[in-house]
């Protein structure tokens, strides 16, 4: 089936420094990618929609200049926070869609990144 | 009110139980039912989706869907402890729409 591999897996950074986090769609073409973070007991909070080739959608609320989306090829997507805040720490997770599937059947999901800004 | 209201629990039930979780979503224009299953510290796996209202089964997994009354259920039938997980429903109104999620139950399934 479409795996989608995220990393890093964790990560521990100093306030004020960039993260990046990395999102592969290893035997797919991901032509929609989607960040969501994930606080504790909270649920999964859609940040942005990419699309390969074009500039992200954020949802509203979510700074674009402090979180960074690049989906520049069909199996790559990364999120950039930048300047990192101890309040960014979170749950961050991508999902990918399948070119090739019907709607709403091939959202896979990327193993997660636990950030954690000190 | 949020779009999706799910119970998070924790629910525990003995192993071999049938368990039922459930979801309940204000939006009419939801279309596309899924649940998920999210170990800790891992990303969501889907499990089930289904369009529309009705029922969906897929093993010891049964999802359903009532529209008229904007709820829907999983069913998780002869409980394994593997099945211990948070359980998440999610929804959008199909084609390329954002996914709108629940909350999560958090279920423990006791030997």
């Known amino acids: 089936g479409a795996v989608v591999s995220q990393h890093p897996s964790w990560v521990i950074c100093k306030s004020g420094t960039s993260v990046k986090i990395e999102c592969r769609s290893l035997?797919?073409?991901?032509?929609?990618m989607f960040w969501y973070r994930q606080f504790p007991k909270q649920s999964l909070m859609l940040m942005a929609t990419?699309?390969?080739?074009?500039?992200?959608?954020?949802e509203q609320g979510v700074e674009k200049d402090k979180f960074l989306i690049n989906h520049a090829s069909l199996t790559l997507s990364t999120l950039t926070v930048t300047s990192a805040h101890p309040e960014d720490s979170s749950f961050y997770i991508c999902?990918?869609?399948?070119?090739?599937?019907?709607?709403?059947?091939?959202?896979?999901f990327g193993s997660g990144t636990r950030l954690t800004v000190v | 009110q949020k779009e999706v209201e799910q119970d998070p629990g924790p629910l525990s039930v003995p192993e071999g139980a049938i368990v039922s979780l459930n979801c309940t979503y204000s939006?009419?224009?939801?279309?596309?039912f899924m649940w998920y299953r999210q170990y800790s510290r891992k990303g969501p796996e889907l499990l089930m989706y289904t369009y529309s209202s009705g029922n969906k089964e897929d093993g010891r997994f049964t999802a359903q869907v009532d529209k008229s009354s904007k709820y829907i259920s999983l069913f998780i039938r002869d409980s394994q402890p593997s099945d211990s997980a948070t359980y998440l429903c999610?929804?959008?109104?199909?084609?390329?729409?954002?996914?709108?999620f629940g909350i999560g139950t958090k279920l423990q399934v006791i030997p």
């Open positions: 999610a929804m959008n109104s199909g084609g390329y729409q954002k996914v709108t």
């Open positions: 990419s699309n390969e080739g074009s500039k992200a959608t954020y």
């Open positions: 035997d797919f073409q991901a032509t929609t």
């Open positions: 999902s990918a869609r399948d070119a090739g599937s019907a709607p709403n059947y091939g959202y896979t």
């Open positions: 939006n009419s224009a939801f279309q596309y």
